[in-house]
Nanobody
Framework: QVQLVESGGGLGQAGGSLRLSCAAS????????MDWYRQAPGKQRELVAS???????NYADSVKGRFTISRDNAKNTIYLQMNSLKPEDTAVYYC???????????????WGQGTQVTVSS
């Protein structure tokens, strides 16, 4: 089975930085898009940033210029560098990946358990 494990969350101060990581393990032939989502209290889950296998990245307007997504395909890992943190960034952050487990199997979505990020003023 494939497992995504997030790490790096915790308590941050407004204006500070945190770096999240998400490592995929298990049977992996190739990885497609990898994303970071977040769900703040009382709000729906939203897409924060995406990193395509070719290197293209996309960001939510709310984090543009502050967050950077990157991936290390050799390690099956993605990162989210969060700078200039704001209290509104407080949320549970979830890693998501589209993974091809074998050469012939169809791509499938996998999710991490989530990591809490809390930003205080």
């Amino acid at each position: 089975q494939v497992q995504l494990v997030e790490s790096g969350g915790g308590l941050g101060q407004a204006g500070g930085s945190l770096r999240l990581s998400c490592a995929a393990s298990g049977s992996i032939f190739s990885m497609g898009v990898m994303d970071w989502y977040r769900q703040a209290p009382g709000k729906q889950r939203e897409l924060v940033a995406s990193a395509l296998s070719a290197g293209t990245t996309n960001y939510a307007d709310s984090v543009k210029g502050r967050f950077t997504i990157s991936r290390d395909n050799a390690k099956n890992t993605i990162y989210l560098q969060m700078n200039s943190l704001k209290p509104e960034d407080t949320a549970v952050y979830y890693c998501h990946a589209v993974i091809l487990r074998t050469r012939t199997s169809p791509p499938y979505d996998y999710w991490g358990q989530g990591t809490q990020v809390t930003v205080s003023s």
